[in-house]
């Protein structure tokens, strides 16, 4: 009997507690339960139907709750009246300590995985992460609406953002905010689909095997669109196979929802993965694509294309940028918007986030690209850089982070690739790089602060310089004090 008891693993409701007090319990990490507690009678439960049951009005429970509120929070510093707060926590931090203020914050409820007050909008779980999990989960079944799933190597959070502006060109349309992406991002993104929406954009990141898979899970896309598969988060992924098969559970998610594929009809790799599967919408510089564009090279600056005989001025800097605006246009002509909404909609995006930016700061003009960066990415834009009109070109380049064995191979190759076009000035930062520049080469710094120090006095003028690197070097704050970059 105790053998059958603990093959059940469903989550379930109970109340417990003090006498006079009740409040909600739920195992949401699918954790065997053998017997539960309510209004402190002990019940034991052999039917898996019934737990399932439980669980499934656990989350409609809290799903009710949700729907009268003003949406979810996980940090009292940006909490709003009336959301419910999720007291999540990780290795450096713990919610629930926050629970009670965030009450008296004006929170309508707190889900809580610890014991902490006794007041009756404290809402007890197993687990706060896996809650979030599958409320998103539920709610996103309950919104019969086109859900597009979006990932890749680079470029998959300005994709999204142009995507966004097309749509919303007719569309009430919800996306990603930023790049909230993980596995925290994706469920916080769901539930922002309202009642009105018509269309929801989710970004989806990874570095490990297995991650996209489990967000497909929540999300089931209608439709996915892989921007590129590069050399990212070579750490997680253990190899460029790694990447490539991490990858394609998104491709494999649509295709098993019978979903339509928006693919780059220039990439091999990806027309690889899609071969022989029928619901296929592409695009690219190819005469075959559904949707057919090129680069417009008389451009000066900002990235042009020449799309239907006409020209789109772009903010963006960067040819590396053309595939993400004409997947833009691909999903805007499949969704049946105007040609002249979507030109408009890619001529009004103006980047930012320290993403394909084009900054002026006195007499230097900063292609300023720094939000991330993997050996493909910097490839791209080291390449677009040198092939780029204008005089007296200087890069300052950042480490790549995750990239686990490969790295000193990796920021290798990117300093060779850097040689190979003679900038006037080489400026490297990060540890990465260290003892890797020949003498009277270029400069190295160990981090920002350092490179800041050296920009402060160095009286640059006149130059075009490229920045670009991961996150975690913020190349950004060696600007921190001009024009009020942060």
């Not at 507690?17 to 009740?22: D, I, K, N, R, V």
């Not at 296929?280 to 559904?290: E, I, N």
């Not at 833009?328 to 995006?349: D, K, R």
């Amino acid at each position: 009997m105790a053998a059958a008891q603990s093959a059940i693993a469903i989550g379930v409701v109970a109340y417990s507690e003090q006498p006079g007090h009740s409040r909600p319990v739920f195992n949401g990490c699918g954790r065997a339960q053998e017997s539960i507690t309510f209004l402190k009678i002990e019940i034991t439960i052999f039917n898996p139907s019934i737990f399932l049951e439980l669980y499934i009005m656990h989350i409609k429970e809290i799903h009710q709750l949700f729907k009268v509120s003003a949406g979810v929070c996980t940090d009292t510093r940006h909490l709003q009246k009336g959301q419910l707060f999720f007291a999540l926590k990780g290795d450096h931090f713990n919610g629930n300590l926050y629970a009670e203020k965030a009450l008296e914050m004006g929170a309508a409820y707190s889900i809580v995985d610890e014991k902490e007050g006794h007041d009756e909008r404290l809402i007890l779980v197993e687990n706060v992460l896996a809650t979030l999990q599958q409320l998103a989960a539920f709610h996103r079944s309950q919104k019969k609406i086109p859900v597009i799933a979006i990932t890749g190597s680079n470029g998959k959070t300005t994709t999204k953002e142009l995507i966004h502006a097309v749509l919303a060109k007719k569309y009430n349309t919800v996306a990603t905010i930023g790049n909230l992406n993980n596995h925290i991002g994706v469920p916080l993104s769901l539930l922002t689909i309202k009642d009105d929406t018509e269309i929801a954009i989710i970004e989806m990141g990874a570095n490990h095997i297995g991650e996209i898979a489990s967000y497909c899970e929540w999300t089931v896309p209608d439709y996915g669109l892989i921007t590129n598969i590069g050399l990212a988060h070579l750490e997680g992924f253990g190899s460029p196979e790694g990447v490539r098969k991490g990858k394609n559970e998104l491709y494999t998610a649509v295709m098993a929802n019978e979903g339509t594929l928006f693919v780059n009809s220039d990439d091999e790799v990806l027309k690889q993965l899609v071969r022989g599967y029928p619901n296929l919408f592409t695009y690219g510089s190819d005469a075959s694509a559904d949707v057919q564009g090129m680069i417009d090279h008389t451009g000066s600056g900002s990235l042009s294309l020449l799309w239907r005989a006409k020209t789109i001025k772009t903010q963006l800097a960067g040819e590396y940028n053309f595939m993400n605006a004409m997947s833009a246009i691909a999903i805007g002509v499949y969704f049946n918007i105007h040609e002249s909404a979507i030109i408009a909609a890619l001529e009004e995006y103006s980047p930012d986030n320290n993403r394909s930016q084009i900054k002026v700061i006195g007499t230097n003009t900063f292609i300023l690209d720094a939000y991330n960066a993997n050996p493909s990415s910097l490839k791209l834009a080291i390449e677009n850089f040198a092939g780029s009109k204008g005089e007296h070109k200087m890069v300052i380049i950042g480490e790549m982070k995750e990239m686990g064995s490969y790295s000193k191979e990796m920021h290798r190759d990117i300093l060779n690739l850097i040689r190979k076009y003679k900038f006037d000035k080489i400026v490297l930062v990060g540890k990465e790089f260290e003892s890797l520049l020949n003498e009277n080469e270029g400069l190295y710094f160990a981090d920002n602060q350092e490179a800041k120090k050296w920009w402060q006095h160095a009286g640059i003028q006149n130059h075009i310089i490229l920045m670009k690197g991961s996150r975690g070097m913020a190349l950004e704050k060696i600007l921190a004090d001009q024009n009020n970059l942060l």
